[in-house]
C-alpha cells in the first residue's frame, strides 16, 4: 500500500476515526475514501474525495481543484476499474466508468451546484475535468 501525503492521511485517518465524518476543509461535505490500483505501479493507494449520489451510484469527480492535469487516481481508475471503497463505516467494491457527454454535464453541474468550489475549478482548467460513475 502505499503512503499517502500528510495531508490525505490526515482526512484518512480522521474518516476512519469518526465513521466516515471530517472536519475542516470538508465539514459537512459527503466524503468517500477510494482504494485504486496504480496504473503504473500496481500499488494499492487511498484518497479521500467529496462525492455525490445520483439515484444508486455515487460520483467523483477528477478536478484536482483545477489543476492542469487529471489526478492520479483518475488514470489508476481508467486502467483498473474495480475499485474497494468506504462509505461511513460501510467497506464495499464498485466498477467505475467515466461519464460522457451530456451525463457528464448533467452530473457536474449536479455536484457543482451542491459545492460550488467544482465551478471554479472548472474556471481555473482548460482541461475537461472528469466525472466518474461508481456502482456497486
Do not use: C
Not at 461535505?29 to 505501479?41: F, H, Q, R, S, V
Not at 451542491?114 to 475549478?121: C, E, I, V, W
Amino acid at each position: 500500500m502505499a503512503e499517502p501525503n500528510a495531508f490525505n492521511k490526515r482526512i484518512i485517518d480522521e474518516f476512519r476515526a469518526n465513521g466516515g465524518k471530517v472536519g475542516a476543509p470538508f465539514a459537512g461535505a459527503p466524503m468517500i475514501l477510494i482504494t485504486t490500483k496504480g496504473a503504473k505501479t500496481g500499488q494499492l493507494t487511498t484518497t479521500p474525495l467529496v462525492y455525490n449520489t445520483d439515484g444508486d451510484r455515487m460520483t467523483i469527480i477528477a478536478s484536482m481543484a483545477g489543476a492542469p492535469k487529471h489526478p492520479a487516481w483518475y488514470h489508476n481508475l481508467i486502467a483498473n476499474p474495480k475499485i474497494e471503497v468506504e462509505v461511513g463505516t460501510e467497506k464495499f467494491t464498485v466498477t467505475a466508468r467515466e461519464a460522457k457527454g451530456a451525463e457528464r454535464d448533467m452530473l457536474y453541474t449536479k455536484q457543482a451546484a451542491k459545492f460550488p468550489a467544482f465551478a471554479d475549478y472548472e474556471k481555473k482548467t482548460t482541461r475537461k475535468i472528469p466525472v466518474m460513475v461508481l456502482t456497486r
